[in-house]
């Protein structure tokens, strides 16, 4: 763990983890949607041959491998920040944070308005506990 935050640092950071979260969803989607479109090119292309579909095959995963890298960079983006990235579908990240004697997670995911959760590091999501300020 390379930073550590302070809550009005994590929710300052908000308005770039939003976007960056959405993008990824969105980018996670298309590689979903390209890997759906090679499984069925694949089995028309075992069963009809593979010269006429090389080319699309070839379109397909080019688009899957620009989405993957792109969505690599913006995980990467985060985690330059010190964002601990969680679950891409869920958008859920965690701030490491000084709770008293020990670290802690600040719990955020897209959808939520402001960082209100934290958890101990050896739980996750489901063991989230309000922030009592």
């Not at 759906?36 to 028309?44: F, R, S």
């Not at 070839?58 to 985690?79: H, K």
């Not at 859920?92 to 590091?121: M, N, S, T």
Request: glycine share 6%; hydrophobic share 40%.
């Amino acid at each position: 763990m390379d930073r550590l935050f302070r809550r009005d640092e994590a929710e300052a950071l908000l308005a770039t983890v939003r976007p960056l979260l959405e993008e990824i969803q969105a980018l996670r989607r298309e590689a979903l949607e390209q890997d759906a479109q090679l499984q069925k090119l694949h089995w028309k292309a075992r069963s009809n041959g593979h010269d006429e579909l090389d080319d699309a095959l070839t379109q397909v995963q080019r688009r899957r491998e620009v989405a993957n890298t792109a969505l690599g960079e913006r995980v990467d983006r985060l985690r330059g920040m010190g964002v601990l990235v969680k679950d891409l579908d869920m958008g859920l990240v965690d701030f490491p944070c000084q709770r008293g004697e020990r670290v802690v997670y600040l719990c955020w995911k897209l959808g939520e308005a402001a960082i209100e959760w934290w958890h101990e590091v050896d739980t996750g999501y489901g063991a989230r506990k309000p922030l009592d300020d």
